[in-house]
């Protein structure tokens, strides 16, 4: 079941960040680097975040969530995470066409590693187009999507 966030209530950016961290390691192992944006950010700046915050929960557990910020009606999805013991259930999946739904949007744009096959293909199979690829860091290459 997906619910909508609270991000500015602690014990909920608690939770937010514990699923983050499990998620994006693994992301990191892929692409080789222990940078990610995700990994280095405090239950404090989930709760200052402008971003929405939707969670997909399994019973009580929060398995998945996806945040965004909208601008001119472009929504940027910022974070897709789901915690490794929910991998390959389509949680990914449901989250993004939920955000898809957003009303008043004209498009989408979403970004991640080059080297995250996983997410690459969950995006290109969602209609995702690539735009570009930029560096990020030394060897660090990030590919970016619009639909």
């Known amino acids: 079941m997906i619910h909508l966030l609270d991000n500015r209530n602690i014990e909920v950016a608690i ?3 514990e699923l983050q961290k499990a998620s994006y390691i693994v992301e990191a192992e892929l692409i080789g680097f222990m ?4 990994l280095l ?3 404090e700046d989930i709760v200052n975040s402008k971003e929405t915050y939707y969670g997909y929960f399994v019973q009580e ?16 999805i910022c974070k897709v995470a789901v915690h490794p013991d929910f991998f390959k259930r389509g949680i990914a999946t449901e989250l993004i066409k939920l955000v898809e739904e957003t009303a008043g949007i004209d ?11 996983p ?3 969950l995006y290109a199979s969602l209609g995702f187009v690539e735009t570009h690829v930029c560096e990020v860091a ?8 619009e639909k």
């Open 138 to 145: 030394q060897g660090v290459f990030i590919m970016n999507f």
């Open 61 to 76: 557990d929060l398995a998945g969530i996806i945040s965004y910020t909208i601008e001119k009606d472009v929504l940027d």
């Open 119 to 121: 997410a690459v293909k």
């Open 15 to 17: 939770k937010i960040i």
């Open 107 to 117: 498009s989408m744009v979403v970004s991640t590693g080059l080297k995250n096959s």
């Open 35 to 38: 940078g990610i944006p995700p």
């Open 41 to 43: 950010e405090l239950p």
